[in-house]
Every structure is written in structure tokens, then in C-alpha cells.
């Protein structure tokens, strides 16, 4: 099998994708933008080839890439990238050289558009926020006069809270369309409720071969708006209800052989229309892993590899490697940004949690808008450790 990694160098713990490819008997090619010498020694002791490419952004290098490979091992079977940035690039180069082991464009439009997911989440049944297409301020006047105020505008094809911003008011609005953004943005009432996620690797049935769940307590828009400090874990175990709604929109998405990171607000109290307090509602969905270091967290939490799971998947479609049953966790995260002034040094966490740190590490530049500058990770078995955890990171001086 030849299996085509796109951007295998970063984040820098995806060479553990191409390694555990590699265990399976597969043949690892890499198209990377970093420089061959700069890329993990583990990377690059499992890719048969490396090309590197001017951008990954650039379709021509890639296609020149795609089709060099092709020239020198014969058809291409699989090729992915699980980076949200490049899901459209992928699909574009599987539809081109008939790559048929992945998304397609056709596919791609469902799961980039915040728009069109509500399709597929209501085919789930899964409760939808009201939107609206920004257009005109008049009719984003009508449209608020429906829902009320606030409401949360953003881009329709965009990477998590990237440029997304809550509308509390009449100025807010004005101040909104006076500098209004030129990318097509979608308006849509507020929802009450925290961020809950289902994450996993689905096989070609559009099944979970493995599932867990995230938990955000505050919002990636609010952190990245007030320049926060983030916080979230990867649960102990996944509730049933929310199982059942994970399911439901993964077979509703289509989404087969992949990894997946589907969003939901779990309500903070009942709201007309779409539930009562404790019931989930669609907020989008990410067919890829969950971004930065999440996978390393959800091995943490599940006492798993779900690299290999994922390479299982792409192999037999079923989990041969694993262990599935593992002795569970919470896997905190919990992000430092520079130029704030904390009680607890550096020295001092290490020194209170050395024990249970599973990572330890600088976030890059690229992710440190979500994440921080300044990242510790480390597994505990109670809430109230948790909270515990996230204090003595987080508490100013």
C-alpha cells in the first residue's frame, strides 16, 4: 500500500501516524514545506520519501508532488493529511488521481461549511442553532429581532474560533458591518450551553471502531477574544446520551474511514426549540483529530494508541493492535500565555505534578492563538484533581 501523509511534520507528534503506518506493512511517502533536516529523526526514520513542496498551499506543487510519487511507486491508495488546514487540498488531490480511500469534494463541502453541517445534523436529529447569511445590516436586524441578542457571527469556512466574535448589541452590530469582513460569515443565535465533543476513528460502515469525548468549560471564542488561558480535558468516560447523538451524526455525515471531532453544546438550561437543560445541540463538526496535542490526551485518558488505531482502520478497517479496555483517566490540558505574571512557576508545577505530567512543552506560534504559549498536560483520576490542576497552573500572581 502506498500511503501519501501530507504535512507529516506538523503538528510535531503526527510522525506517529506514518510510524504506526509503517508497523502495518504500508509504504509512508511525506509531502511536507519544512526543510528535509528539520524534521523529527521519528518522522523521518519511517517515510520511504520525503518531497518537499513551496506551500502546501500552492495546488500546482502539489500535484507535481502527488504525481512524482505516482511515477516512482505506482497508484497512490490512500493519502490524508487529519490537519483541518488542508482537508480541501486533500480532496482535491484524491478526486484528481482517483484516490477513492477518503473524502471527495463532494464530501468536503458538508463537513467545511458551517452552513451545510446543519444539514447533516438535523438528518441526525440533532437540534441546529437559527442562522442567518450576513448580508445586510437590515437584514441582520430581522433576523436578531427573531432571536435576540446576542448573537455569534463567524466565518462560514473556518477553522475553529478563528475571527469569531459575539454580538452583544445594537453597537456591536453597527460596529460589525462598519468593518465588515470580506469572507462569507454566517449569524447564529446564542446558545447557553458548554462545549462538549465526540471524537474518534470511524471504519467504512461510518461506525466509531473507537470513541471519547473532550470537555471545553469555557469557549474557544471567549479565550481567543480575551487572550485567556485554555483549559479542557478528555473525559473519563463518555456519556450515554452523548454516545447516542455521536453516532447519529457520524452515520448522518457519511463520514467514513477517518478520524472525526464532532462539536455539541450541552444546554446549560432549556431552551425553546431545541431542548431541555442537560440535551445536546449541533455546533460543527471537524472531520479530522482535534486540533494540537488532543490525541496525546486521549491515549492519556484511554490508556490506548489511537495512532494505531487510526492505522488499523486505514489497514482492516477493524482494531487489531489495541487494547481497548485500558484503566481510564481525566487527561488535562492546561495553557500558559507569555507576558502574564503566574503564582506557581514553572519549577513549582513540576515539581507539585512531576508525577502525573504526561507532556510538558511550547506550544508553536501557529496554535498558541487557541492554546497558549506554554502547555501542560497531565492525567488525574478526580474531578475535584482536576480543578485542582487547572488552578495551580492558571492562578495569577
Known sequence: ??????????????????????????????IGDADYNSIPEELKNCLTEYYRVGSLASY???????????????????????????LEMDAQLRTDFNITTGAQNDFISRIKFKSRMK??????????ARHHMVSTLEAAEAFIREVGYPVIVKPDNGCGAEATYKLKNAADLKAFYADLPQARYIMEEFIDGTIVSFDGVAGSDCVPLFYTSNYFPTPIMDIVNTNGDLAYWTQKEVPEALR????ATIKAFGAKSRFFHCEFFQLNKGKKGLGKKGDY????????????????????????DCYQI???????????????????????????????????????ILEKY???????????????LDMGNQMYMATVDT??????????VHELA
Open 119 to 128: 444539514e447533516s445534523y438535523r438528518k441526525a436529529g440533532v437540534p441546529v
Open 244 to 247: 447516542k447523538v455521536g453516532f
Open 60 to 86: 500546482d506543487d502539489m500535484v507535481r508532488a502527488v504525481g512524482y510519487f505516482t511515477f516512482k511507486y505506482g497508484k497512490i491508495d490512500w493519502l490524508e493529511s487529519n490537519n483541518e488546514f488542508w
Open 354 to 368: 512531576g508525577a502525573v505530567m504526561k507532556m510538558c512543552d511550547r506550544i508553536p506560534d501557529a496554535l498558541a
Open 281 to 304: 445541540v449541533a455546533l460543527e463538526v471537524n472531520m479530522r483529530p482535534a486540533g494540537g496535542y488532543t490525541p496525546d490526551m486521549i491515549n492519556f485518558a484511554n490508556s490506548v
Open 383 to 392: 474531578p475535584e484533581e482536576r480543578e485542582a490542576f487547572i488552578q495551580f
Open 1 to 30: 500500500m502506498n500511503f501519501v501523509f501530507v504535512s507529516p511534520h506538523f503538528p510535531k507528534t503526527y510522525w506517529n501516524f506514518c510510524e504506526r503506518l509503517v508497523r502495518n506493512g504500508v509504504n509512508v511517502l511525506g
Open 310 to 348: 487510526w492505522a488499523d482502520m486505514v489497514c482492516f478497517d477493524e482494531v487489531r493492535n489495541v487494547d481497548l479496555v485500558g484503566e481510564k483517566h481525566f487527561c488535562v490540558y492546561a495553557g500558559r500565555r507569555d507576558g502574564k505574571v503566574y503564582r506557581h512557576s514553572h519549577e513549582e
